[in-house]
């Protein structure tokens, strides 16, 4: 008998064993993900607080002056100070007019030699000749470490190298736009950071008068509009001279003008220093439905050469619909009924307010609404 307990009580301590392992082996996983979790917050800290207010892009030489036409040049892209980084992306934008680009090169940042770690070095556009790139002036280039599990980089250190051919006399800014590093932790991957740059400028004029903008620098800010709203547009333009200009810009609708003023340049320093922006309200009461492309002109400065890229349309356009086209797709149907019916009776102060359905503007929907809709009904643009 007491043998018995004795066994009963040794049993009952291996029960115990057993559950409070089986409880561990349970909380392992969660023990694990917490850890991790804890060193991803670490991370994404310390990488956060690595970046230094030194870190930027910038371009090498910061001037090229000695340059004639068919001559060639090389700009190296760099970066200053840079967190742990585990890849980099940076768009190149320069005068097609007076520049063309004819090579690329990986930088040895990412690789760090004598190591030479594994890399994806891409553009787009793609693959040379590069006459998309020279059509329009840009590129993008990008590079990633292939191994997620090699060191990150860090430090100052050349990303890239491209290659110019002069095509003509004149100047232009070797522009960096869109400088990004992926130098931390979100959701588990590497997310990215967007850093300022130093530009490099090139001319061989002296003085040089230049105004430029080309098409990228239209952006909408809302494609599309319902008859009567106003859409706003922004227009950068940029000075790419060495003077000091004033200048008229003129924002078209199509042909009709939408927004004019007067503006003055910078002939010196980056991108931001020698650009200004103009933002258009456009008012499209009295417009009739349809797409409208955008544009604008510089008339020419005194002593200009390069007025090609004083005019620049056609890629950014505008969309004026009717006011009962409620889902903005053109067409005035079933769906934009569809859409007001699920919200009539609601006003500006229900939670399932839908404001593209009060087509009065009144702050409720209601029977005027639903006769609006109705009177737009099948129209189209």
């Not at 090579?103 to 594994?118: A, C, D, H, M």
């Not at 990215?192 to 002296?206: A, H």
């Not at 009962?324 to 569809?338: W, Y």
């Not at 500006?348 to 609404?369: M, Q």
């Given at each position: 008998?007491?043998?018995k ?6 049993r ?22 917490l850890?991790s ?16 207010p030194?870190?930027?892009?910038y ?13 060639t ?9 840079a ?25 040895e ?8 770690y ?7 556009p793609?693959t040379?000749?590069?006459?998309q ?27 890239f ?5 002069v ?11 869109d ?7 979100e ?38 509009v ?11 333009v940029?000075?790419e001279?060495?003077?000091?200009e ?27 220093n020698?650009?200004?922006?103009y ?11 349809g797409?409208?492309n ?15 890229d ?40 229900s939670?399932?307010?839908?404001p ?8 409720k ?13 099948g129209?189209?643009?």
């Amino acid at each position: 008998m007491f043998g018995k307990r004795i066994d009963v009580e040794e049993r009952m301590k291996r029960n115990r064993i057993m559950k409070s392992r089986n409880k561990l082996l349970w909380a392992l996983p969660l023990l694990m993900l917490l850890v991790s979790t804890t060193l991803v917050e670490i991370l994404i800290l310390v990488n956060v607080t690595l970046a230094s207010p030194a870190t930027y892009i910038y371009a090498t030489p910061a001037v090229i002056t000695d340059k004639v036409i068919g001559n060639t040049f090389a700009v190296d892209m760099n970066v200053s100070e840079a967190p742990d980084t585990f890849a980099w992306e940076v768009l190149v934008s320069w005068d097609p007019n007076a520049l063309e680009l004819f090579y690329k090169l990986e930088g040895e940042f990412l690789k760090r030699p004598p190591t030479n770690y594994q890399t994806t070095f891409t553009t787009y556009p793609t693959t040379p000749p590069w006459d998309q790139a020279n059509v329009k002036g840009e590129i993008t280039v990008g590079c990633t470490l292939n191994n997620p599990l090699d060191p990150w980089a860090n430090g100052t250190g050349r990303l890239f190298r491209l290659g110019f051919r002069v095509k003509a006399n004149g100047s232009t800014l070797i522009n960096l736009f869109d400088t990004v590093l992926l130098d931390h932790i979100e959701a588990g991957a590497p997310a990215p950071t967007v850093y300022s740059n130093n530009d490099s400028f090139f001319y061989n004029v002296n003085p040089s008068h230049d105004i430029s903008g080309r098409a990228r620098y239209i952006t909408p800010l809302n494609t599309s509009v319902h008859v009567g709203e106003i859409a706003k547009i922004n227009v950068t333009v940029l000075n790419e001279g060495t003077v000091s200009e004033s200048i008229t810009l003129n924002v078209y609708a199509n042909d009709t003008l939408i927004g004019t003023t007067g503006l003055s340049l910078n002939g010196t320093g980056n991108f931001e220093n020698r650009s200004r922006t103009y933002t258009v309200n456009w008012n499209t009461t009295g417009f009739a439905l349809g797409r409208y492309n955008i544009s604008a002109t510089v008339p020419a400065v005194t002593g200009e050469v390069d007025t090609a890229d004083n005019t620049y349309m056609g890629e950014k356009q505008v969309t004026i619909l009717p006011i009962a086209d409620i889902d903005h797709d053109g067409t005035v149907n079933v769906d934009d009924l569809t859409s007001l019916v699920q919200v009539y009776g609601t006003t500006s102060t229900s939670s399932n307010w839908n404001p593209s359905a009060d087509l009065n503007k009144d702050s409720k929907i209601d029977a005027e609404d639903i006769f609006l809709l109705g009177r737009d009904y099948g129209k189209t643009i």
